[in-house]
């Protein structure tokens, strides 16, 4: 019996049977983990996790306020602009902190914050 081959737009949409695409973000210490879409922002995702993100701008890298630590999955993510190094500089932020608002989710991560 040959097998059952899957139907083009089978379920209402062409695209039913491509494996759909998410990332799972975990959240240290609380263990929180969520899957996201890709682009999803760092700042997003914690939100979405129930986990609290210190802000004063509206998530364009000024305050730099929103700083996490990505503790596994984080090679090969972009690198920090100079922006975000500025806006770090200028707020006294640890130099090993990136902005969530900055860094769109592509992979799975692990990361904390220092005030969670
Ligand atoms: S929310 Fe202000 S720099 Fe990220």
Same mark, same amino acid.
């Given at each position: 019996?040959?097998?059952? *081959? ?6 209402? /949409? /062409?695209?039913? !049977?491509?494996?759909?695409? *998410? ?7 609380? &263990? ?8 999803? %922002?760092? $700042? ?12 004063? =701008?509206?998530?364009?890298?000024? =305050?730099?306020? =929103?700083?996490?630590?990505?503790? *596994?999955?984080? &090679? ?7 922006? &975000? ?9 640890? &130099?090993? +902190?990136? +902005?969530? =608002?900055?860094?769109? %989710?592509?992979?799975? $991560?692990?990361? %904390?914050?220092? !005030?969670?």
């Amino acid at each position: 019996m040959a097998a059952k *081959q899957p139907k083009a737009g089978a379920g209402g /949409g /062409g695209l039913a !049977y491509l494996p759909r695409v *998410q990332h799972r973000i975990r959240f240290l210490p609380s &263990e929180r983990t969520i899957e996201v879409a890709p682009g999803t %922002t760092l $700042l997003d995702a914690a939100r979405e996790a129930g986990l609290p993100v210190a802000q004063t =701008c509206t998530g364009e890298g000024v =305050c730099a306020r =929103c700083g996490m630590r990505i503790l *596994q999955g984080g &090679e090969g993510l972009d690198a920090e602009s100079p922006a &975000e190094t500025r806006a770090k500089a200028r707020n006294r932020v640890d &130099e090993n +902190l990136r +902005l969530s =608002c900055l860094i769109l %989710t592509d992979r799975d $991560l692990t990361v %904390t914050a220092p !005030y969670w």
